[in-house]
């Protein structure tokens, strides 16, 4: 056994979170895990979110227990049938014990500073807007020359009118019933009557089985799906008030829209949960997010990403810091990779500018079919 865990365990750091102790297991192969410690099982916190890698298993330990016994244990279950390196024959789970290492322990900042490259800002590459919306596309550069493309668009909520886009614009979730980004902002518009002025994707779905969006949806004051979502979400207060909350932690009989998402990256105007030590986190991906800036303005920002000579992605660390020099006190991640998509009007009518990049086909101008997304229009005439 001491052989397998030398070959399985790739590494074991541990984050400082004031009374907890958040260890993050790396290991070699894709597993499932569950821990024990001083006899106490925790779950994973972290990776059952983790779409990308289940090398990563993370849980929270109580801090002093942990430092006082020394050790824990980790179950990893193999997650494929076939054979492979680690478990031979009808072998389906391993045992590690992992010694704790103090040396091992990083604090929050620490943690932050391995998920910033040091991007600085270049050039105002294009603009627009009017009458409480205005838009930009800005070119940011690693300190290697590599180029970041950042879309960013503010509305005024006062001025504005912000949507959840459904499919067909209908409030309600029929399965398998999905549209792009630029449909959805053509049937709001036909629905409304009113000219969109910017559009993006929104909320985590389910691709590859019904296209149920992963967090709250509200349209028209109509919960569109998962009322009991623990997930974060952006939405519009039937007064007009724009809000990034949870269903836990807000009565959503006040919302006449929102659209799901996951991390706070910023909250009272600092860095949130941006998961620096989880390679969702640090590794840079195309990005959406949306924000409330210290005005009370809705921000809608996309960053492109997986095409080395066009843009290089943000890691969520990174974008929280997009959202906080452009303004915003609060501000939610949701869904990027290849759903990022940024709509806007120009004189000819409406237009995606970003690039979305899908890891298939990344060289390939792609505008994926969603569930959701979030749109700004014109005010309505009083």
């Not at 900042?109 to 603009?127: D, F, H, P, T």
């Not at 309600?172 to 709001?188: G, N, S």
């Amino acid at each position: 056994m001491e052989n397998e865990e030398k070959s399985i365990l790739r590494s074991v750091e541990y984050l400082e979170r004031g009374e907890l102790l958040t260890a993050y297991v790396r290991v070699w192969e894709k597993t499932n895990g569950r821990a024990v410690l001083g006899g106490t099982g925790y779950p994973e916190t972290g990776n059952q979110r983790e779409p990308y890698d289940f090398r990563l298993h993370t849980f929270d330990f109580p801090a002093a227990q942990l430092r006082a016994l020394g050790a824990f244990d980790v179950t990893l279950a193999r997650r494929l049938k076939r054979p492979s390196e680690f478990f031979a024959g009808d072998e389906t789970v391993l045992d590690l014990h992992i010694a704790f290492d103090p040396g091992a322990v990083i604090s929050f900042g620490q943690a932050l500073n391995r998920s910033v490259r040091g991007m600085k800002k270049e050039k105002l590459c294009a603009s627009g807007g009017a009458n409480g919306f205005e838009w930009k596309n800005e070119l940011y550069r690693t300190p290697e020359g590599a180029p970041v493309e950042v879309f960013t668009a503010f509305a005024d909520p006062r001025l504005t009118s912000v949507y959840a886009g459904t499919p067909g614009a209908e409030p309600e979730f029929r399965p398998d019933f999905i549209q792009t980004v630029m449909d959805e902002a053509l049937a709001k518009e036909a629905r409304t009557g009113r000219k969109v002025l910017c559009a993006t994707n929104a909320d985590f779905f389910d691709m590859f089985g019904d296209g149920h969006p992963s967090g709250l949806c509200v349209s028209g004051g109509t919960v569109v799906a998962n009322p009991e979502s623990g997930n974060a979400f952006f939405g519009i207060t039937e007064d007009g008030e724009p809000v990034i909350s949870t269903p836990r932690e807000f009565d959503i009989s006040r919302l006449r829209e929102a659209v799901g998402g996951r991390e706070v990256i910023v909250k009272d105007g600092r860095i949130g949960a941006t998961a620096p030590l989880e390679s969702f986190g640090d590794t840079p991906h195309p990005r959406t997010a949306f924000g409330i800036d210290g005005r009370g303005r809705v921000i809608l920002m996309v960053v492109d990403g997986r095409r080395p000579a066009w843009s290089n992605g943000a890691s969520l660390t990174e974008l929280a810091m997009l959202m906080l020099e452009n303004g915003a006190v609060t501000a939610m991640n949701t869904d990027g990779g290849g759903s990022s998509t940024f709509i806007v009007r120009k004189e000819d009518g409406l237009e995606m500018i970003n690039h979305p990049a899908d890891l298939e086909r990344p060289m390939e101008d792609l505008i994926r079919p969603l569930f959701d997304s979030l749109i700004v229009t014109e005010k309505p005439e009083r």
